[in-house]
């Protein structure tokens, strides 16, 4: 499946008229800094790259509700012209969003590597449902095919992680014991609802049963079977429909605590049995899981560990490097996966020695502190 007809599951003539015009505001935007031969195409990912974009109701006028991510596919650009165009479209993307009305964000693909591109879980979402909103319509056809039923299992240990994250955001904010106004209320349960359906993927792809369209995803899930299925598919209809039809003001009377502890909960139930499914391993407790020696699957000994190793030199200093080279060796993708669970199962506890001996912090160090070090790793490679 790739172009699909419309950009949102159920939106009515007025909530896809304007989200066309939104993608020609766009590409007008990325044609006036790039044009053929090098321009090859504006692919739009996501929601509404698939058909199932979500939007709301404004003062009777219809308004995209999820951000707008697009691929521009580019050929014969030398690495100081394509820095430079990332540059440009960065500066574009922020002055689309006062335009559009949600974020705009801008990669650059390189049309020569599509053949060898990497079988992700973005890719092959990518490729099943995507709209070419200017350019070359069958820009990606040189994409080797990628069956969802041969994706690497550890691109959803990747995807937990990175949902679990924005759960680390909400517990920090709750450590800070700050009222929750409607703006952070509405980011708040947003994350708590983006947990629920990676937990959601996370099962599917446990059981080789993954699909990227949320319909399929609602189907799918009702033939699985586990324990606690019944109360996980309870929250998870109220996040698929928050997907597509935001309303977070009806929770403006919940218990966020209540709520966190809930998804948290889940989160880590899932983690635990999605890793046991894809590692065949048990794990006992947390801190089995945050040793070194349990794989995460991200690339450390793919990549090679020599290029780890640089990497950690590069990025932790040579005192790191020399400490523990079990960590060294590997991603630091998979110092955050190993830390993670134990941040969310004991906040505000000092931390374990095994999320300091992952993340390369001093023993002891208050959970606080611990959380502001591990999300500005995240935010450099999740």
């Known amino acids: 499946m790739s172009s699909p007809n419309r950009f949102t599951l159920d939106g009515d003539a007025a909530v896809e008229a304007r989200i066309t015009r939104d993608q020609v505001v766009v590409a007008r935007a990325v044609t006036a800094l790039l044009q053929p031969p090098a321009f090859r195409g504006l692919v739009l990912m996501g929601g509404y790259g698939r058909g199932e974009g979500g939007y709301v109701w404004r003062a009777g006028n219809p308004e995209p509700y999820n951000d707008y991510d697009y691929f521009v596919v580019v050929r014969g650009l030398s690495r100081a012209a394509r820095e430079a165009l990332s540059r440009d479209l960065a500066a574009a993307a922020k002055a689309l969003e006062a335009k559009v009305g949600v974020e705009v964000d801008f990669a650059l693909l390189r049309e020569e590597r599509l053949p060898a591109a990497e079988y992700s879980l973005m890719n092959a979402e990518m490729l099943w449902g995507h709209r070419v909103v200017a350019g070359e319509p069958n820009v990606l056809a040189a994409m080797p095919p990628m069956p969802f039923t041969g994706l690497p299992l550890g691109e959803f240990t990747r995807l937990l ?222």
């Not at 703006?183 to 993927?201: I, Q, S, T, W």
């Not at 890793?275 to 794989?295: M, N």
């Not at 999320?355 to 500005?376: D, H, K, M, R, Y």
């Open 161 to 382: 992680l990175n949902r679990g994250s924005l759960l680390l955001m909400n517990q920090q904010r709750l450590a800070a014991s700050e009222a929750l106004d409607a703006e952070a209320r509405e980011v708040f349960f947003k994350f708590l609802f983006k947990a629920v359906l990676a937990c959601g993927d996370a099962r599917l792809a446990g059981y080789r049963r993954y699909h990227p369209s949320y319909v399929a995803k609602a189907e799918r899930m009702k033939a699985l079977d586990w324990l606690g299925k019944a109360d996980f598919l309870g929250l998870y209809q109220q996040a698929w429909e928050h997907k597509f039809h935001p309303d977070y003001g009806q929770f403006h009377q919940e218990d966020p605590i209540a709520w966190q502890g809930r998804v948290v909960g889940l989160w880590l139930e899932t983690l635990r049995w999605f890793e046991q499914v894809r590692t065949a391993l048990i794990i006992p407790d947390w801190t089995v899981y945050g040793s070194p020696r349990f794989p995460k699957a991200q690339g450390g000994r793919d990549w090679g560990g020599l290029r780890n190793a640089a990497i950690t030199l590069r990025d932790f200093g040579l005192a790191e490097l020399l400490r523990d080279p079990r960590w060294s060796l590997r991603y630091p993708r998979e110092r955050l996966i190993a830390a993670l669970p134990l941040l969310l199962a004991s906040p505000g506890a000092s931390v374990a020695p095994a999320v300091a001996n992952a993340l390369a912090l001093t023993p002891g160090l208050a959970w606080s502190e611990a959380v502001i070090a591990f999300l500005a790793l995240w935010r450099r490679f999740a």
